[in-house]
């Protein structure tokens, strides 16, 4: 009992020197920047219940172009990558806090916050692999320009079998007057676009809905957690006062995330025949419409004037039906 008594309390496994003391900040800093964007990101997709309201909220976004992909590279991609890859360090590296100090609640917090780390990991790879253009589809893509598909599909590699395979499960996501639908297809139907209740779609939504769980979670206990790191609540009354606020937070985060969930899976309109609500979301010109509205007032009556011209060579009309050439 005496040699118990005499050991030293339990800290880090590595000491995480002064470079960890700011990566550890940096870390955080990644972690609510890519949290506020799933805050926003969460809400928009809750009005998906009015899908009109949803396909002009996506068009605001789109409107962005075109600085959208710088947007998404420093708001969302690098901090998720910066903030990934220094908990990976964190969690299996070695520098691992001592938790044996903590009471049963900030235990159980602190498991949960790596649990939901792995799967939220998981969850995101699946979600922009599936529906964004940089995820499946930009391999594809990519895979396209190094090594071409030949024409003769029997010349076809397996490397181009996994450019066809990456391109006809990515790029779901289609923003331009159809981006309700797109969702519900690449979230409710996944699986089998022909039996919307089928158990693969369920298998599908379920762990759509998990995700969405783990990442309000582990961004509301995130922010508390940041606010330690950052000194801004260095007494137990202060983090106690926080812990509220965060609480709260992640209730009415939890709330608009499962909303989100609910638009694109159980609501009524992501049930039924999609194409119903082509007219409703056509908030935008066709991209054909679009092209020709972007064209000069001089080349638009050349193009009318070829497409309204007979064609020297035509040939003359086809006879009425029932009289014989």
Request: proline share 4%.
């Amino acid at each position: 009992m005496e040699e118990m008594k005499k050991a030293k309390a339990p800290g880090y496994e590595k000491s995480p020197g002064r470079r960890h003391f700011w990566l550890r900040r940096v870390h955080s800093l990644m972690g609510l920047v890519f949290g506020g964007y799933i805050a926003v990101h969460l809400t928009v997709n809750a009005t998906g219940l009015a899908p009109r309201d949803y396909q002009m909220n996506v068009d605001k976004i789109h409107s962005l172009e075109p600085m959208l992909w710088l947007i998404e590279l420093t708001a969302i991609f690098i901090p998720l990558l910066f903030h990934a890859l220094y908990g990976f360090y964190i969690t299996w590296a070695g520098v691992k806090f001592n938790t044996t100090k903590y009471n049963y609640g900030g235990n159980v917090r602190y498991t949960l916050q790596r649990w939901t780390a792995m799967f939220l990991l998981a969850f995101l790879a699946f979600h922009i692999g599936t529906l964004h253009k940089w995820g499946l589809a930009g391999v594809s893509q990519v895979i396209e320009k190094v090594h071409p598909t030949p024409d003769d599909a029997a010349k076809a590699d397996a490397i181009n079998h996994l450019s066809a395979w990456a391109a006809s499960w990515g790029g779901l996501f289609n923003g331009h007057n159809q981006a309700f639908q797109s969702t519900v297809s690449g979230v409710h139907y996944f699986w089998d676009a022909s039996h919307a209740w089928s158990f693969g779609n369920w298998v599908f939504m379920i762990f759509y809905l998990v995700g969405i769980w783990c990442a309000v979670f582990h961004f509301a206990n995130g922010l508390w957690t940041s606010a330690i790191a950052w000194g801004l609540t260095i007494t137990a009354r202060a983090q106690r006062r926080w812990g509220h606020f965060c609480l709260g937070f992640g209730i009415v985060l939890l709330i608009i995330g499962t909303t989100a969930w609910c638009a694109f899976t159980i609501a009524p309109a992501a049930n039924g025949s999609l194409s119903r609500w082509d007219d409703v979301t056509h908030t935008l010109p066709d991209e054909d419409e679009a092209l020709e509205q972007d064209q000069p007032a001089g080349v638009k009556a050349g193009m009318e004037n070829v497409a309204t011209a007979p064609a020297a060579n035509a040939p003359a009309a086809a006879n009425p039906a029932g009289n014989s050439p």
